[in-house]
Each structure stands twice: as structure tokens, then as C-alpha cells.
């Protein structure tokens, strides 16, 4: 038998166009977030560390300072952002230029899974339960993309992502964006927090992120450490805010001065 | 995915996608040169990983509608997620003249019942208007040869 040609020497027009189909896919996230003036990655890599808490207080700073400004809860596993910001399920209007967001206090806007699950229900997907392993991070990411380019988000100053623990979720964002979104670290000031923050940092600076800086957060006598100043002095990046257990407004706008 | 006639050397072309309902998936292949067919059968967790692409093979029929995947795949989604009524999508999507006159053409003793499919199949999708292709669509995906 001769040699047969590989997969990239067919080049035959195919009626399923999936790579097109892709190419759809990518090119309605961008032009949904065309009006939004820059998309900032929330993450940290160390669960608890308060980053939920930190982007939905942050969001509301910045729109109390004029700036509008939006949450995606990239959580789809355990989406919180919604009751911290205060908002109560109502369904979602819907359009066939996309679903409304919600908006919470002081006017930030929203979207998360929280409002479309159950109460109190796990995220599931309908499909063959055996080996779901093998698409169940491909169907979070396609979530992840639909609630970025089919949400009505308008014009935004800054959408803020609220990213779970760990780097899978950054990852398919990067590919889902086409481009490694800018990121706020946060941290709590303990030596196991710096360690897990440590490895996001490096692995967000690896894929071409912007660190923007650190939120070192729950700063106090309860947690001690220096985990926002060895982050800081390794990656040559400001530590934004420290805040305490009760932060105040005034703690809140600095942040979002800084940003 | 390609699919190459070897006999002839040359790339066969997609002819059809059959969705038989049991969570399996076909499609049809046929070479331009020699006409031979050939069919991609694909497992359940081979055609929801393709599912949780948001592709459609064989191409889409109708535009990919607002968090398509997130209305059709979550299984524990909320029941009043979504306000569909205000803007026409979903049970009350509207329907093209050319597919109410195919619906016209469904007995009927069941047409009611093949309505309610139809729109319910709209509502999952975010569909905001019924038409021909989205009745293929429908059929192909639910099983629904002959309605």
C-alpha cells in the first residue's frame, strides 16, 4: 500500500467546518466583549484564600467610583459572587443577541452559574455517566464560553473573572479569549497559601499574563506570614492592597484606585 | 476528523447525520470518485465529547443560539432560569409560515403532541423562531423520522 496522505495534506472544503465552527465560537467572545474595556483574571491557585470575597467587593468599588463594572463567576462548580452581591434569582431576560446579566449592589453587573442551577444543586450534565472524566472539563469550558460571549454585558469599564482554585479554568480562558487575560493574585499571608499562589503566579506568567499585582487578604494576627511580600519581591509586582478581616470602604476604593 | 478513500485517493465527503436516540451518533461519508460509503460510528462518550465542543457535525442547520450548551446539557438547571416569553424564544418561539405548513401536514389526531416536541426542542436551544431546518434538526437529533 503507498503511503497514505495525513489529515493536513485533505484539503477538500468539509461540509461540518468544525475548525469554522470553532472559529464562530472565538469570534462571538470577542465581539461581546468589545465594550468591555479590559477582562481581569481573579485568581490564586489556593482555595479559601478569599478571592471571591476580594472580586465582588473590588467590583463594587470600582463602580462606586464611576467605573462600570461587571463579575463573571467563573466558579461553575461553587458560584458565590451572586449573594455577595446581594442579587436574588429572578430569571434571566433573554434575547436572541444574548442573556441579560443581573445586577447586583451598587450596580455591578453579573452572571454566574448560581442563577441558573437549582438551589442547592451540584452543576450536572445530562450524558453517559461512564468515563465522564473525558468531556465533563470540555463541557465546563464550553459554559465558560457561552456565559463570556452570549451575556449582554454592554459597555464595561472592567469585567472581573472570578476564577476557582487551580489553573484549569485559566487555561481554557485563555484559549476561549484567544489571548492570556491580564490577572489579580490574591493571597492570604501564610507560607502554604504563598507556595500554591506561587506556582499560579509562575504558570500565568509562563502563558504570557500580565500580573497585575497581589491582594493579600485576611491580614491579621490569625494568619501569620509575609506571603504578599515574598510573591511581591519575586515577581517584581505591587502588593495592591492588605487587607484586614473587616476591611473598609476606604480600604475597598484603594484597591480599586491602584488597579 | 477526514475521512480518505484510499482506493481512489481522494478525501470522501460528509452525506448524513443520524442521531438514533441512544446516545450513539452516525455519519455518512462518501467518496466523490468511486461513490462508496462509509459510516463514523461513534460511543456515547465519543459523541458527548463532541456535544461538549459545541459543534455540530455535519455542520449547523440552525445559528447557535444564547448558552445553547448551558440550556442543553446542564441537568440540573433551574426550570425558570430563563425569561424566554418576552422576546419570543422557547415554548412560544415562533413559527415560519413554511414550517406551520409542514405541520399541517402531520395528522391530526398528534399534531398537538408533535407541536409540543417541537417547541420544547426550541425552548432547550433558545430557538426563538421554528423553521423548516429546525425541524430537521429536531428529527435528526430526537428520532422523530416521519413527523
Redesign the interface.
Known amino acids: ?1 503507498p503511503p ?2 495525513t ?1 493536513h495534506e ?3 472544503a ?5 475548525p469554522e ?2 472559529g ?2 472565538r469570534k ?1 467572545v470577542a465581539e461581546r466583549l468589545a465594550g468591555v474595556g479590559r477582562v481581569i483574571a481573579v485568581m490564586s491557585g489556593k482555595g479559601g484564600v478569599g478571592k471571591s470575597y476580594v472580586t465582588a467587593h473590588l467590583a463594587r468599588a470600582l463602580a462606586r467610583s464611576g467605573r462600570a463594572a461587571g463579575v463573571l463567576d467563573a466558579d461553575l462548580n461553587g458560584p458565590t459572587i451572586p449573594r455577595l452581591l446581594g442579587i436574588e ?11 441579560e446579566p443581573a445586577t447586583g449592589q451598587d450596580g455591578v453587573r453579573c452572571i454566574s452559574m448560581a ?4 438551589d442547592g ?8 455517566s ?2 465522564s472524566f ?3 472539563g ?2 465546563e ?3 465558560l ?3 463570556l460571549g ?1 451575556v449582554a454585558w454592554g459597555s464595561l469599564d472592567t469585567l472581573l473573572l472570578d476564577l476557582p482554585p487551580g489553573m484549569q479554568r485559566y487555561v481554557e480562558l485563555c484559549d476561549i479569549l484567544g489571548a492570556p487575560p491580564p490577572v489579580l493574585t490574591v493571597t492570604i499571608p501564610t507560607p502554604e497559601s504563598r507556595d500554591a499562589v506561587q506556582r499560579a503566579m509562575r504558570a500565568a506568567l509562563e502563558r504570557g499574563s500580565q500580573l497585575l499585582g497581589i491582594v493579600e487578604n485576611m491580614v491579621g494576627d490569625e494568619f501569620p506570614g509575609s506571603a504578599g511580600d515574598d510573591l511581591s519581591g519575586e515577581f517584581g509586582v505591587p502588593i495592591l492592597a492588605r487587607l484586614p478581616w473587616r476591611p473598609t470602604p476606604d480600604a475597598w476604593a484603594g484597591l480599586a484606585g491602584r488597579l | 476528523m477526514k475521512f480518505l478513500c484510499v482506493d481512489c485517493d481522494k478525501q470522501m465527503a460528509f452525506e448524513e447525520r443520524q442521531l438514533p436516540g441512544d446516545g450513539t451518533l452516525a455519519a455518512t461519508f462518501k467518496c466523490p470518485t468511486c461513490g462508496r460509503v462509509v459510516a463514523m460510528l461513534t460511543n456515547p462518550m465519543e459523541t458527548q465529547l463532541v456535544s461538549s465542543l459545541g459543534v455540530e457535525i455535519g455542520g449547523r442547520t440552525v445559528p447557535a443560539q444564547p448558552l445553547e450548551t448551558v440550556r442543553k446539557m446542564v441537568a440540573t438547571g433551574r426550570d425558570d432560569a430563563f425569561d424566554d416569553g418576552a422576546s419570543g424564544v422557547g415554548r412560544g418561539a415562533l413559527w415560519s409560515q413554511e414550517a406551520t405548513e409542514r405541520l399541517n401536514r402531520v395528522p391530526s389526531f398528534v399534531r398537538g403532541m408533535v407541536k409540543r416536541i417541537y417547541a420544547d426542542f426550541a425552548k432547550e436551544r433558545g430557538i426563538a423562531e421554528i423553521t423548516p431546518a429546525v425541524m430537521d434538526t429536531a428529527r435528526a437529533e430526537l428520532g422523530l423520522e416521519g413527523m
Do not use: C, N
Not at chain 1, 14 to 18: K, Q, T, V
Not at chain 1, 115 to 118: G, H, S, V, Y
Open positions: 500500500m497514505i496522505r489529515y485533505l484539503t477538500d468539509d461540509r461540518s467546518g468544525l465552527q470553532i464562530a465560537q462571538r434569582h429572578a430569571p434571566r431576560p433573554t434575547s436572541q443577541s444574548g442573556i442563577m441558573l442551577l437549582e444543586a451540584p452543576l450536572a450534565f445530562k450524558g453517559p461512564a468515563e473525558v468531556w465533563r470540555a463541557m469550558a464550553s459554559a464560553r457561552e456565559l452570549d
